[in-house]
T-cell receptor, first 111, second 114 residues
Framework: GQQLNQSPQSMFIQEGEDVSMNCTSS?????WLWYKQDPGEGPVLLIA?????ELTSNGRLTAQFGITRKDSFLNISASIPSDVGIYFC???????????FGGGTRLMVKP | ETGVTQTPRHLVMGMTNKKSLKCEQH?????MYWYKQSAKKPLELMFV???????ENNSVPSRFSPECPNSSHLFLHLHTLQPEDSALYLC?????????????FGSGTRLTVV
């Protein structure tokens, strides 16, 4: 089946630093989604990408749909303590197929 | 509040107990999902319902039994579980299976089997 390799698995950074994480796959995806899961809660959708090469921002978050359609990137600028959580990428190949989730990146921010 | 409500938030049950997890969505969605989230593992899809019909059973053991009486409600009935079934169980919904606008997740039920 399809697999999404998400890296890094965890990051421990200083408040104010920028963060980058990515997802790669051997399969082509037509939709990429990025979710954040706060401790004790379910994942919440941050950004959705529907077109190869698309670059979309949501506040301090910016995500890109890779031109090969096999990868996606999420950047967080000027991190703050409330950015702590687990970030998941998810991809969909074609309409009618389930989302495939990456393993998550656990972000910890030191004040 | 995401529009997807799961109850209870926490559940501790013995291996011989029978319990049920409940999920309710107020978003007008037609597809509902059960996911299992264990420590250090990716989200595992368990069941998918589209317009009340089960369309996916991802090789889930029969001790987990889903029920979808209507498009707004989804249950997961549990019986004779094992300690390794302890996990966060997440419910999600979407407009319908064949179109992706992103899944909306509930806050989950933290299940501990003792």
């Amino acid at each position: 089946g399809q697999q999404l390799n998400q890296s890094p698995q965890s990051m421990f950074i200083q408040e104010g630093e920028d963060v980058s994480m990515n997802c790669t796959s051997s399969s082509i995806f037509n939709t990429w989604l990025w979710y954040k899961q706060d401790p004790g809660e379910g994942p919440v959708l941050l950004i959705a990408l529907y077109k190869a090469g698309e670059l979309t921002s949501n506040g301090r978050l910016t995500a890109q749909f890779g031109i090969t359609r096999k990868d996606s990137f999420l950047n967080i600028s000027a991190s703050i303590p409330s950015d702590v959580g687990i970030y998941f990428c998810a991809g969909q190949t074609d309409a009618g197929n389930m989302l495939t989730f990456g393993g998550g990146t656990r972000l910890m921010v030191k004040p | 509040e995401t529009g997807v409500t799961q109850t209870p938030r926490h559940l501790v049950m013995g291996m011989t107990n029978k319990k049920s997890l409940k999920c309710e969505q107020h978003l007008g969605h037609n597809a509902m999902y059960w996911y299992k989230q264990s420590a250090k593992k990716p989200l595992e899809l368990m069941f998918v319902y589209n317009f009340k019909e089960q369309t996916e059973n991802n090789s889930v053991p029969s001790r987990f039994s889903p029920e979808c009486p209507n498009s707004s409600h989804l249950f997961l009935h549990l019986h004779t579980l094992q300690p390794e079934d302890s996990a966060l169980y997440l419910c999600a919904s979407s407009q319908e299976v064949r179109r992706i606008y992103g899944y909306t997740f509930g806050s989950g039920t933290r299940l501990t089997v003792v």
